[in-house]
């Protein structure tokens, strides 16, 4: 399989999709790798594999790569003779944060007709948005960390401690623990900085934590190994960048074969229908036994590589929705224009 | 202000695209009008405003028209002498439907760069998704319909007569009443061949709906008239159809001034903050003197024209979103390449 790995992307995380890329590129070596690299102003670059390193891009040397422009079907590269056709079967959507996980790189790769793997527009708005991820979990039957909404305002009713989250921002950026109310100013504003939309949930000290991938395969859902992720108070921004490089396979949790079939079954009914397409990473809490969502991660850090045993063979299994194909037949102009007497 | 105009489409509503075009050239006429239509296969055609007509697009003569490909900062059109820039200020997105309301046109205008008037990605597929507006309107303090949501099941909780929508369609499409058990399957037949996931609410008779427009403009949050609609026992799609080439101004409905403010109220809750840079409609319903979201039209037929005095005035007056700069700084990196003794 050709398999173009897309990343960068005008996006807080944008470094971290390098990182995640380059990780990707060792441990799929067996596929037939691409590399396209969207940089902060939305031009793509065919970036040679060889020089899919750090200082390729922090010291700008991607801009002698060549240009690539989206047509239909694909993308071409300009040549002399006139253009080429850049070769892949599909594109894996590495692009993590704004782009590859706001609908963007979603819509363009649906307009254009080009195969991809990564969340679909509507699994992409509302995994972002972690008020809707409540709603649509909510939808799905499984329960998540209560929560009050802010817009605008300054007040929460929630007892301290508790988190801000900005609404709309991956990877804890704008993210603050509150424990007093002389710390709430400054996490409002650090949070409104972000996002006008702040979610705030209880703050429940020595929380489990839980996290899943999956994704639909030509064989059914697939689902890793739980892994119970190691924590400080929670993840900071650099500990969670450093996340990002991982390649190596984790132990699986040891928990009890009940909460082992509790989070699978959470896990499955996120999934289903509207995630097929993308890989994902389910980040569960367990409070008293019960299992509660917290965050889903529609294109995980290096695509959560390390909680599968044969990460290769599933991404070349990975299946991708059907196409909706809307014909116009004209009919109704057809109509207005006989009853004007018009042909 | 030059305006350029995209209608069309890959969607169900197509065609009534193409009649609301066709009538805001004639409601927009003072402006400088530029026409982008937007074929089922996703090319750009740039439509000569003298072929502004049902036949153009019935007959298929629009596809002589020249083409227009996406590039930074707007459209070019190739020609012998290189490639030429379509010359405007905005454009006004008024494909109804998929493409248009499901954040693939707001995508591509945002990752192009485009200044443009219609919703952004996540009004887009907030409103294009009747669940998730529910959702959002709770999120806003603004009550609606009750409902169920299905997956795939073919049996519902709530009494007969009820309404099956597919959670992600619009203009009646797909829209049943049922009556009593023995509709209950055609209908759902209907409504899964378009969504995987239906909304059930009670059908309410003879219940009171009221419409209201408004956008964000210069001078603050424009709101038009209330207008009551005439209406059959629902709209159906023909009727809708018909409903898009309005444009003589509607009188204003006959109401309380209570109503009138708590229906002004609702929609000032649910068009802040997410729908900035759009012309939206809401409709109501009004059940026991309580005010409940029904819909809202992110790109509503030929833009509402007729509910608003001074049209023109409001289109030219209408304020768009900031863009939102991320830069990249490739901290990060530098520190990693630093920790690993490498410049």
Known sequence: MNLAILFGGASYEHEISIVSAITLKDKLSSLNLEFIFLDQDHTFYYIDPSKMDAKTFSQGTYKKSPVLSLKQGGFSQKSFMGSKSLNFDKVLNLIHGADGEDATIASLFEFFNIAYIGP????????????????????????????????????????FPFIIKPTRLGSSIGVSIVKSPEELDYALDVAYEFDNRLLIEPFIQGVKEYNVAGTMTNDGLKMSIIEE???????????????????????????????????????????????????IRCDFFVVEGKVLLNEINPIPGSMGNYLFEDFTGLIKNISLPPKKEIRVKYTYLHTIRSAKGKA
């Open 229 to 279: 992720p190691q924590k400080e108070e929670f993840l900071d921004f650099d500990k969670k960048y450093l996340d990002f490089s991982r390649s190596e396979q984790v132990n699986e949790a040891d928990i009890s074969d009940d909460l082992r079939q509790d989070l699978y079954e959470a896990f499955t009914k996120i999934y289903n229908p509207i995630f097929e397409g993308a890989l």
């Open 120 to 159: 679909r527009k509507d699994a992409s708005v509302m995994s972002f948005d972690k008020f809707m991820t409540k709603a649509y979990a909510y939808s799905c039957s499984v329960d998540t960390v209560s929560y009050e909404l802010l817009s605008g305002q300054r007040e929460s009713k929630i007892d």
